[in-house]
């Protein structure tokens, strides 16, 4: 079965630092990647999705995100952070042609970002 | 936002009881899910359905049964709840297989 890692399970950083949180699943075929928001209290959002192409997707928030198929990765950037980027942060992957339910979104377990004003 | 209502938005239950949960979509999509969201564990998925009246098991289907009788309503019944069962409960759809899914708001529930 697929499965994804996200590496780190909190991250502090103070506002203008620069941000990259890891991901990397298992699947060897053809992946639909995401990366999803969880603000405090609130449902998931989408920040940005990758399918084909450009390996470097541009997000909402200023956020982006490069896959690097050698390495299975999909690490989530962004050049400087503000305190209201404090949220969990889960990355997940859809296995193209993959049958049943490993078909459906796969999700880390979520990395918590705390941004100190 | 994406038009997705799950109600209740909270509740509490007692062990052995049987409780169930229903997500609404005004979108027309044709996949819905059932995730639940637990500390350190992340997103799980519990039940999917790729239309009226076909669904499948997830990853953590123990103990969950789900129908959906119509494409706007998609029901996570827990037919007997267990301590276990204390999570949050997150409805999603999609528009087609392999696209990304849209989330509801949530419903917490607490068995005690």
């Known amino acids: 079965a697929q499965s994804v890692s996200q590496h780190n399970h909190h991250v502090i950083l103070s506002e203008a630092a620069s941000l990259e949180l890891g991901c990397n699943y298992s699947?060897?075929?053809?992946?639909?990647l995401f990366w999803y928001v969880q603000y405090p209290g609130q449902h998931l959002q989408l920040l940005l999705k990758y399918f084909s192409g450009d390996p470097l997707v541009k997000g909402i928030k200023g956020f982006e995100a490069e896959f690097i198929k050698s390495k299975f990765s999909f690490n989530l950037r962004k050049p400087s952070v503000q305190w209201s980027d404090t949220a969990e942060y889960f990355c997940?992957?859809?296995?193209?042609?993959?049958?049943?339910?490993?078909?459906?979104?796969?999700f880390g377990k979520g990395t918590k970002l705390s941004v100190k004003p | 936002d994406a038009g997705i209502t799950q109600s209740p938005r909270h509740k509490v239950t007692e062990t052995g009881t049987p409780v169930t949960l229903r997500c609404h979509q005004t979108?027309?999509?044709?996949?819905m899910y059932w995730y639940r969201q637990d500390p350190g564990h992340g997103l799980r998925l519990i039940h999917y359905s790729y239309g009226v009246k076909d669904t499948d098991k997830g990853e953590v289907s123990d103990g969950y049964s789900v129908s959906r009788s119509k494409t706007e309503d998609f029901l996570l019944t827990l037919e007997s709840a267990t301590s276990s069962q204390t999570s949050v409960y997150f409805c999603?759809?999609?528009?087609?297989?392999?696209?990304?899914?849209?989330f509801g708001q949530g419903t917490r529930l607490t068995v005690v």
């Open positions: 979108e027309n999509h044709r996949y």
């Open positions: 997940a992957v859809n296995a193209v042609n993959y049958g049943g339910s490993q078909g459906n979104l796969i």
């Open positions: 999603a759809i999609s528009e087609k297989m392999n696209t990304e899914a849209f």
């Open positions: 699947y060897g075929g053809t992946v639909n």
